[in-house]
């Protein structure tokens, strides 16, 4: 035991030796520099990647795979940066990588969620449902896509809020895009009671749509969906040129048909409650 003990003393003695810990700390000082400096280096030249490919990738990709690309660049470089700079610190750069994949799979473990919405927003940039620019629908989240991250998707709603859609979930719903082609129809009911004239709400209806902000073809038209006890369910159809117009288009559209059809008096039904009094007889008054 004294021979080991003496061992471990004389052990430290060394290591806390003034002139060895200069030298040492000398060399230690140096790498830092040089590693500081390499990974500057890799810094400037993802810098200068970026300045350059920037505007020869605006021209040749949409704006979601642009910024996919400039997100692996950086990734990439700074990653090969790094581990250059470690090196030349003199850290064994393979010990590290390989502490970071453990460290990585204990991670993934811990946050699932977390790493359910990487691997969903890789999938969202390789699938592309859709692109920055578009409407979409998802659930019942509505909007147009702002930004799409890895972790998550931002959709700014009509009313100016801004949304941050998990990409996982967007992965596991089904996505509803209204910018993917360059018309889109609307479709608006009304209920018509049941003696009503089909023809004559059709013509008035139909008059509604004759402008240039309406489609002729595929032409409007007003179908039957449902024939009540009281009333008959009607839709009109119509397509739109821009598609990005729906919501307003939609709004004055159901507008104008109902001052329309008040206009030209047709009876349009609503469900009512009708209260009746009752009269209640007590103990006294029965017979």
Do not use: C
């Amino acid at each position: 035991m004294d021979t080991f003990l003496s061992g471990i003393a004389e052990r430290l003695r060394t290591i806390f030796d003034p002139e060895i810990l200069g030298a040492s700390s000398a060399e230690l000082f140096a790498n830092l520099i040089v590693g500081l400096a390499t990974f500057a280096a890799f810094y400037l030249l993802w810098r200068l990647l970026d300045l350059i490919a920037r505007p020869l990738l605006r021209k040749r990709l949409d704006a979601t795979t642009r910024v996919f690309v400039e997100r692996m660049i950086k990734i990439v470089v700074l990653t090969f940066g790094l581990v250059q700079a470690l090196a030349s610190v003199g850290i064994e750069t393979g010990a590290v990588i390989a502490s970071l994949g453990i460290a990585g799979l204990t991670i993934g473990f811990a946050a699932q969620d977390a790493l359910s919405n990487l691997i969903s927003g890789i999938l969202i940039f390789w699938d592309r449902p859709f692109v920055i620019g578009d409407l979409v629908e998802v659930g019942e989240h509505y909007g147009r896509v702002e930004k799409i991250t890895l972790r998550s998707t931002r959709v700014v709603t009509p009313d100016g809020r801004m949304l941050a859609v998990p990409n996982a979930e967007i992965i596991n719903s089904t996505v509803a895009s209204y910018t993917n082609f360059p018309h889109l129809r609307l479709d608006i009911p009304v209920t018509i009671n049941v003696s009503e004239n089909i023809g004559h709400v059709r013509s008035v209806l139909l008059g509604l749509v004759q402008s240039d902000e309406y489609l002729d073809e595929p032409p409007p038209a007003v179908v039957v969906t449902a024939l009540n006890d009281y009333n008959v369910e009607l839709e009109l159809r119509v397509w739109i040129a821009d598609e990005r117009q729906h919501i307003p288009m939609r709004l004055a559209l159901r507008e104008a048909m109902f001052d329309a059809l008040n206009a030209a008096g047709v009876d349009m039904p609503f469900e009512t409650l009708r209260l009746e009094p009752m009269e209640v007889l007590t103990r006294s008054a029965a017979p």
